[in-house]
């Protein structure tokens, strides 16, 4: 895995990846269509390409009979695709049990047909790296599969990821009496506010140790600071927590993707500080957010300053989940130029369509959000979201901000509030647009509190045209 030296490397490297430039702000001058500039986003988004080489993972002595450890045979046929010039390794049909998988620029991870790979339980075998834990920086247990600094990387095929997590490992480290913990055992609590605390003293993240004797759980694929990412085709089940975060990335497809985890944090696709994100086709049943854009939380999204910028979700499909498309709560580097379209949203389980959650603690800016064609069936809350009292609410300096948010030809059958709006008197959340939407079934009327611009044309609730809130 990637050793002390590359990781002692990215910190003389600056927190700030090589590359980044803020985008032009759209900010309060809205263009009048909000859409013109995806065409130019898309046209930047293209997975890499690898060379016509192939590496069978068997043929590094991996063997598919779900008992023996393989995180050594992966290392190798990594390594020595990477040494090639890059290619494909191949994992065949059969049930590969693995520790932690690193990818090397060049390769692309196949999973053939029925192949899965099952993640061990062991925690000895996911080595401390370089991450980010709920947009905190430290030393912790590697992901599943990880990837530092690297160009050109994917994983692909119809086959299966099986984080291997649940109620015996993993989950039990939430500390929820419902999954396999007993009051009295450990969980999480005492490292997440040690972290915290660190965070907030400036403590260098060289001296933030966590992973081994520690309850920090892993995330399931990681790419970090990597340009060209593209995963694609397979199935990820029983993450021990977020799944797909590629973090300080350029350049990131996420396609085609069956994604299902009911364990606590599963969010389903993270992008973290992020530019330049397409995420199509995927379908998310989830124990918590479908979708949640991050940038980095409180002092370390200061320090950071990382934006996450121009994410498109299309033809995605969420089932079970806390909220679909949305963005927060670590998103104090900023989020900006959000596109969702096309997508089907549609479960009681699943609690809000659209959500932004922000506070005083986190602050950051979250501006230019515009989502259109959403079909949403039945959601538990609410069809837009943008809360600012989530959970430490006002206690904080950093007044949060949110502007320029669009919502255009939404349709839903049923929630309990079509638009739940609440930000605070000193930070109003300003521009809010609805349009050409019919919100079917609503049990409550409409929330806004300090919101500044709030516009509502052609909006239908419980089948009559409303004007106001």
């Known amino acids: 895995m990637t050793g002390r030296r590359a990781f002692l490397k990215a910190l003389a490297a600056g927190a700030v990846a090589a590359g980044y430039r803020p985008a032009p702000r759209l900010g309060a001058q809205a263009p009048v269509d909000p859409w013109r500039e995806l065409p130019d986003i898309l046209a930047r988004i293209t997975p890499p390409v690898f060379a016509a080489r192939t590496f069978d993972v068997t043929s590094f002595g991996a063997s598919g009979d779900n008992r023996s450890d393989n995180t050594g045979a992966f ?88 984080g291997n997590a649940g109620c015996a490992a993993w989950w039990p480290w939430k500390g929820r009496t419902d999954c396999g913990w007993t009051r009295g055992e450990p969980n999480q609590d005492a490292d997440r506010n040690r972290l915290m605390e660190m965070v907030e003293r400036g403590v260098p993240v060289r001296q933030r140790i966590f992973g081994q004797g520690h309850y920090l759980r892993p995330q399931f694929v990681q790419p970090y600071r990597c340009t060209n990412v593209l995963i694609e085709g397979v199935r990820l089940r029983n993450s021990p927590m977020w799944q797909i975060h590629p973090v300080l990335c350029t350049n990131v497809t996420v396609k085609d993707l069956t994604i299902e985890a009911s364990g606590p944090n599963t969010d389903g696709c993270d992008p973290e500080s992020s530019r330049d994100v397409l995420i199509t086709n995927c379908s998310f049943d989830t124990g918590d957010d479908c979708i949640a854009i991050k940038a980095g939380r409180n002092a370390d999204g200061r320090r950071v300053r990382v934006p996450s910028e121009n994410i498109v979700i299309r033809q995605c499909r969420m089932k079970n989940g806390h909220g679909g498309v949305t963005i927060g709560s670590e998103c104090t580097g900023g989020t900006r130029n959000v596109y969702a379209e096309d997508c089907e949203l549609d479960s009681p389980e699943l609690e809000f369509a659209v959500r932004l959650k922000n506070n005083a603690m986190r602050g950051g800016t979250i501006e230019n959000v515009f989502a259109r064609r959403l079909r949403v069936g039945q959601v538990a809350k609410a069809a837009l979201t943008i809360d600012f009292h989530y959970e430490e609410g006002e206690r904080g300096q950093f007044p949060p901000v949110v502007r320029n948010v669009a919502l255009d030809g939404i349709t839903m059958r049923r929630a309990e509030y079509a638009l739940y709006l609440r930000g605070f008197a000193g930070a109003p959340i300003r521009d809010v647009r609805v349009t050409d939407c019919d919100f079917g079934e609503v049990a409550k009327p409409n929330v806004a ?19 106001g809130v």
């Open 75 to 162: 290392r190798g046929a990594i390594a020595a695709c990477a040494r090639a010039g890059g290619g494909r390794v191949v994992v065949p049909r059969g049930e590969f049990v693995s520790g932690a998988i690193e990818l090397k620029s060049g390769v692309d991870l196949h999973l053939a047909d029925g192949a899965t790979i099952r993640f061990t339980r062991d925690t000895r075998r996911y080595p401390l790296v370089f991450t980010r834990w709920e947009g905190m920086e430290l030393m912790n247990f590697s992901p599943f599969i990880y990837a530092f600094e690297q160009t050109n990387i994917a994983i692909t095929g119809t086959g299966t990821l099986d």
């Open 449 to 467: 509190e300090h919101v500044e611009g709030l516009s509502l044309r052609n909006v239908r609730m419980n089948g009559r045209v409303v004007a």
